[in-house]
């Protein structure tokens, strides 16, 4: 199993990093993770530009063009040049004494990895999710390496038996601990807006020019905790996750649990044709 690491790709026991490194230390660092598919990375210039622009908001001066011009070294010396795989890239602040202030003009250090993985042709799931309080900070708008929150309400997730947790922030729903989160109402798409409080996905981004071709209309309103009964149908998004359909949401049960809403289902569909179509877009 191959890393790049630092300009170099090297075998995952010679991949080290100073104990100083202060992604270890403090979480200080962006990561983004894409799926290559048959024919090619599916949408790798957004998810390129979203760490750059991460990396920007937080002040690491690191040019993302460096991981694109050695992505594909990576995927051959990982036996993985056309084959379905994910990529997961990350860029920290590099190594420098334990102080919050850090110094000036050290290297980012930079890491990715490819592992075999075949995305399900069309996602059947029906997830079941708790209702979790979003406890997490206020700039869930960044790809941040530090993660406590969404793996804490994650987990209780698991606990619970179910696949996803839900987060309510300030009585609505903001987004999933690892997806986005959809609502249909009387056939228009509702869904939180892209501000701080949740991760713009790029599958997000997909479904909502996806419902632009379908003529779906698409509101970005928050949906409130107690409005969760009045939906006719849920549905998350995420890069593995892609579209899948909410059986259970909280107490809350979607289409007697088995049935898929006739939108989320159009979704599903619409985006496993883009797959197949024009993954390097
Ligand atoms: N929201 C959160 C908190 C996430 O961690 C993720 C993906 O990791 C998403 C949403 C979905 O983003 P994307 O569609 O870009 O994978």
Redesign the pocket.
């Known amino acids: 199993e191959k890393v790049y690491l630092n300009g170099k790709i090297v075998s995952v026991e010679d991949a080290r990093i100073s104990v100083f490194d202060r992604g270890f230390l403090f979480g200080d660092g962006i990561y983004?993770?894409?799926v290559q598919l048959e024919n090619g990375i599916f949408h790798k210039k957004?998810?390129l530009d979203?760490l750059q622009e991460n990396l920007i908001k937080i002040g690491i001066p690191y040019n993302v063009k460096e991981i694109d011009d050695q992505l594909e070294t990576l995927l051959e010396s990982s036996n993985l040049s056309n084959e379905s795989c994910l990529i997961y890239m990350q860029v920290t602040r590099g190594v420098a004494p334990r102080k919050h202030s850090y110094p000036k003009g050290v290297p980012a250090t930079v890491m990715m990895y490819a592992l075999p993985y075949t995305l399900p042709p069309i996602n059947p799931k029906h997830m079941k999710a708790i209702l979790e309080p979003d406890f997490?900070w206020h700039r869930?708008d960044i790809?941040s390496i530090s993660?406590l929150g969404?793996i804490m309400t994650n987990e209780s997730a698991m606990e619970a038996n179910t696949n996803e947790a839900a987060l309510i922030r300030n009585g609505v729903i903001t987004?999933?601990?690892?997806?986005?989160i959809f609502f249909v109402k009387n056939g228009t798409i509702l869904t939180h807006p892209a501000n701080e409080h949740?991760?713009?996905?790029?599958?997000?981004?997909?479904v909502f020019q996806l419902c632009k071709d379908l003529e779906i209309p698409v509101i970005e309103k928050p949906v409130a905790e107690n409005e969760v009964i009045d939906m006719d149908e849920a549905f998350f998004?995420?890069?593995?996750?892609q579209v899948a359909s909410i059986a259970q949401l909280g107490e809350h049960t979607f289409y007697g649990n088995d049935d898929v809403g006739k939108i989320t289902r159009k979704l599903q569909e619409a985006f496993a044709e883009l797959r197949m179509m024009d993954s390097t877009q």
């Open positions: 983004e993770v894409m957004a998810h979203r997490r869930c790809k993660l969404n987004e999933g601990s690892h997806t986005n949740i991760l713009n996905g790029i599958s997000r981004q997909i998004t995420g890069t593995t996750t």
